[in-house]
């Protein structure tokens, strides 16, 4: 069974900052791509950044330059640090990760987080 856990989230004014975190938890032999995505209400959810095992982040337009996505692998934690945050942040927030339980495993599962509540005031 595995486990992903979002923290972080909250109610925050336009330009202020907010750190989320999902930290993955149960049989885990290796993580491959880990990913921030948003939904807002309704929207689609749309991918945010990614972050390959190995490789820099990747990220939407739309937060270039005001996000910033990290990975610990020894924790099996990913960041999402947001800064200059606008009232369009404003959604539920979800981690995704690319999981590959044991290493008898021939791929990897996609596993979600619950979500975690961005709301940004104008």
């Known amino acids: 069974q595995v486990q992903l856990v979002e923290s972080g989230g909250g109610l925050v004014q336009a330009g202020g900052s907010l750190r989320l975190s999902c930290a993955a938890s149960?049989?885990?032999?290796?993580?491959?791509?880990m990913a921030w995505y948003r939904q807002a209400p309704g929207k689609q959810r749309e991918l945010v950044a990614t972050?390959?095992?190995?490789?820099?982040?990747n990220y939407a337009d739309s937060v270039k330059g005001r996000f910033t996505a990290s990975r610990d692998n020894a924790k099996n934690t990913m960041y999402l640090q947001m800064n200059s945050l606008k009232p369009e942040d404003t959604a539920v927030y979800y981690c995704?990760?690319?999981?590959?339980?044991?290493?008898?495993?021939?791929?990897?599962?996609?596993?979600w987080g619950q979500g975690t509540q961005v709301t940004v005031s104008s």
């Open positions: 995704n990760m690319n999981i590959r339980r044991e290493i008898s495993d021939s791929g990897y599962n996609t596993y």
């Open positions: 972050i390959n095992r190995g490789d820099s982040p």
């Open positions: 149960g049989s885990i032999f290796i993580i491959n791509t």
